[in-house]
């Protein structure tokens, strides 16, 4: 079967993106592999698709629980027999997930990279018929990097106890040059086919903005945006998260809560509330990072200024993932800068470091807070200042910034308007951004229906309303308006197993007027 063909049949898409086929090809010919692709930019599928396509097993080693539950939980909508195993499970529940890994139930394994060298896993491995190890955010095996996590130094190590080494495929979303070294060093990879797309999301629109009140510009941007429009915003203080929580819900908007200071049953059950639109707003610190793989967030706000743009590339990159328009706006203060640096210089994160290389790293990170205080007070395109500190060129305007649209950088939140547009207009002119293509009257009323008809399944299937389908694929069926299951399957999106899942649910709305509400009584 042609790689385009697997493709639309697992994951529902006719072509692959930028750079993904490269990769694909080089890993099914035997390469060690390492992608640096931006989020968003389909980084899974480069390590999901050879292992649905090769004899063995492949393992996933990926550093947050969250994570995993949303690949594995994505992967089983297109068909595809996936686990995980980490501390989220019980002794038992992790013995009951290695039997049956043992006896070839899933093709595809996560595992937290602690895990890798547990006895019982160790013992699992060496006998697995791997046909592949992938490394996902692999830019954490780096003490130069943003994320650094001693337990991805032991990869190198579990690569080297099995009896037989698999291509090793090593992804991450940002990585500038001594961070790729580095990941090609510790992780051993041989000779590895290395690929780095364009860091540019044409889809994220960047703002930068000094605000009088960040509680008062915060709750007049929001009241701008659709109400129906989910968003995370970043907090740098446990703090800062809970106030600016409480004042969303006392502002009337649906909000929830993550930090480390939670117990752990309410960061699962806050991260699910988000995660199935129980709540449209996440307030969160960068505990919340890695760990969300939300296809549709349309705003991405950092209430407070990160200390590196690595960090802030990546959490703002949360934001449209699904490809539709989306928001990445930063509220900066001085106040920011000094207490960033003040974190900076009281850190202490890396024991194992000697007082030379803490030296050195404290250098490194004062001046990655310098080029993330340039970004945010830029009086250039923001999106050209992102790419070029990532070594891409890039071309002076985007058309698409705070700074390209001309607005002000400093505002007084009690005066004028949010946008220099009124309200509705704003609303209006994000709402046009977001339609990807204009609809008719009945159009619009069809693709209202197929949101019900989503939203209604989401909620009996007790899944995140974009794991069923994402509103590109909506938009996609009310233009092609199938009437078989053929035909449904030249829907974007749309492969054979959610065709077969859900396929005759949207047919009967969409070839016989069926009402949504009507499918699912009983």
């Known amino acids: 079967m042609e790689l385009t063909e697997s493709l639309k049949k697992w994951f529902g898409h006719d072509s692959f993106r930028e750079g993904q086929e490269d990769l694909i090809r080089a890993l099914m010919s035997g390469r060690d592999i390492l992608g640096v692709m931006p989020t968003g930019a389909g980084k899974s599928v480069c390590y999901q698709l050879p292992a649905l396509l090769s004899p063995g097993m492949t393992l996933v080693v990926s ?87 001693p337990s991805y130094l032991k990869i190198a190590d579990f690569v080297r106890a099995l009896p ?27 000779a590895p086919y290395t690929l780095v797309t364009g860091y540019n999301r044409p889809n994220l629109r960047f703002l930068s903005v000094k605000p009088t009140s960040k509680p008062g510009y915060l709750l007049r941007y929001l009241k701008e945006a659709d109400p129906d429009a989910c968003g995370i915003i970043y907090c740098s203080t446990r703090k800062n998260v809970e106030d600016v929580c409480e004042r969303l819900r006392q502002g009337g908007f649906s909000a929830t809560r993550y930090h480390a200071g939670l117990t752990d049953e309410e960061r699962r059950r806050n991260q699910d509330d988000f995660k199935m639109d129980r709540a449209r707003i996440m307030v969160a610190t960068n505990a919340f990072g890695m760990g969300i793989d939300k ?38 203060s001085g106040q920011d800068v000094i207490t960033a640096r003040w974190m900076i210089e009281h850190s202490d994160d890396n024991p194992e470091l000697d007082a030379d290389e803490r030296a050195e790293l404290q250098r490194r990170d004062l001046e990655r807070l310098k080029q993330m205080t340039f970004y945010a007070t830029s009086k250039r395109c923001l999106r050209a200042f992102l790419l070029r500190y990532f070594g891409e060129d890039a071309p002076d305007g985007c058309g698409s910034c705070s700074v390209c649209e001309e607005l002000p950088f400093e505002v007084d939140t009690g005066r004028g308007r949010l946008y220099g547009m009124p309200a509705k207009e704003a ?39 974009y794991m069923i389908f994402s509103d590109a694929s909506l938009r996609d069926m009310v233009q092609k308006r199938p009437k078989t299951e053929d035909e449904f399957l030249e829907v974007s999106g749309v492969g054979q197993a959610k065709l077969e899942r859900y396929g005759a649910y949207f047919l009967a709305v969409l070839r016989d007027g069926k009402e949504p509400n009507s499918l699912l009584q009983g």
């Open 164 to 190: 037989h080494r698999p291509p090793v495929a090593a992804f991450t979303a940002t990585a500038t040059q001594q961070v790729r070294t580095d990941m090609i060093r510790l992780l051993e990879l041989e």
């Open 295 to 332: 296809a549709d967030v349309r705003f991405v706000i950092h209430y407070n200024m990160p200390r590196d743009l690595e960090s802030y590339y990546q959490e703002a990159g949360r934001a449209g993932r699904d490809g539709d328009p989306a928001d990445c706006l930063l509220l900066y």
């Open 427 to 465: 609303r209006r002119e994000r709402k046009r951004r977001q339609e990807a293509i204009p609809f008719t009257g009945w159009e619009a009323a069809q693709y209202e229906n197929l949101r019900t008809l989503r939203a209604l399944l989401a909620a009996h299937f007790h899944l995140p309303v």
């Open 63 to 149: 550093p947050l629980i969250a994570l995993m539950k949303d690949q594995v939980m994505a992967l089983k909508q297109s068909g595809v027999a996936a686990a995980y195993i980490n501390s989220s499970l019980t002794p038992g529940q992790q013995q009951e997930a290695i039997r049956r890994a043992k006896n070839g139930a899933y093709k595809i394994v996560y595992v937290a990279p602690e895990r890798l060298q547990t006895p019982a896993f160790l013992d699992f491995a060496v006998h697995a018929p791997l046909s592949l190890l992938a490394v996902d955010e692999a830019h954490c095996v780096s003490q130069w990097g943003q994320d650094f996590r």
